[in-house]
């Protein structure tokens, strides 16, 4: 009967581990990479070993129409920055005519006031926003920054709450390992009394063999 391989847990709180270990591993990693740098044909892409990311096609795997069309634009950007903001839009309409229209040029000077009227009402708009922004942008900030410190401290009571989790499992698995490496002392202790004990046997057998002879 064959039997599959089965991995054995380290037991990092009762296992030796030399003071000088940590270094060692560092220079191994140093050492690797310095052979990538020096290398010829270096890779392109050192992650090359792991699970994509999803298609550029498919971006419902996100939570909100919001990420998903922002997921969309970085994948088409290829990671890249955004272009500038474009503000053609927050320009005033002012008339682009060259020349200046006639006495009897209607359909100009109509132009030309309908763009003087658009580019009114823009400006009026612009003005009555920043009026409500002076009004009401700074209690708006104010009502704001108190929701992120909410959240900021909810997150940090979830982020303790964590902590303790992982400090109460880290007790337990300590506690564990603690006990089993008594029962593998023991074994282990009657293990070499039992190799001695094999021996002894052996070298009597041997002894007793030559004896007879």
């Known amino acids: 009967m064959s ?10 709180y009762v296992d030796y581990i ?27 892409n050192y992650l090359s070993h792991l699970p994509q990311n999803p298609p550029s096609s ?9 990420l998903n069309n922002e ?28 020349v200046a229209p006639t006495r009897d040029d209607i359909h100009t000077w109509k132009k ?20 409500l922004l002076q009004e009401f942008g700074a209690t708006k900030w104010l009502v704001h920054n108190k929701s992120l410190a909410t959240l900021k401290q909810g997150l940090a009571e979830e982020l303790e ?4 989790s992982v400090d109460g499992i880290n007790t ?12 593998i002392g023991g074994l ?4 070499e009394e039992l190799v001695t004990s094999g021996n002894a046997l052996e070298l009597e057998n041997a002894r007793l063999k030559k004896q007879k002879r």
């Open 18 to 44: 030399h003071p000088d270990y940590e270094t060692y591993a560092l220079s191994l990693i140093e050492a690797e990479m310095k052979d990538m740098e020096s290398s010829s044909t270096p890779p392109t």
């Open 71 to 98: 997921y969309a634009s970085t994948v088409k950007r290829n990671g890249g920055a955004k272009k500038t903001t474009d503000f053609t839009d927050y320009n005033l309409l002012l008339a682009k005519s060259s």
């Open 161 to 164: 709450q964590s902590k303790m």
């Open 58 to 66: 498919s971006t419902s795997h996100l939570p909100t129409p919001l």
């Open 188 to 191: 282990g202790r009657k293990w």
């Open 112 to 131: 030309s006031l309908s763009a003087t009227k658009a580019s009114y009402e823009h400006s009026n708009t612009t003005l009555m926003n920043l009026q």
């Open 172 to 183: 337990v698995r300590k506690a564990e390992q603690e006990e089993v490496i008594q029962k």
């Open 3 to 12: 039997y599959a391989p089965r991995p054995l847990e380290s037991l990092p």
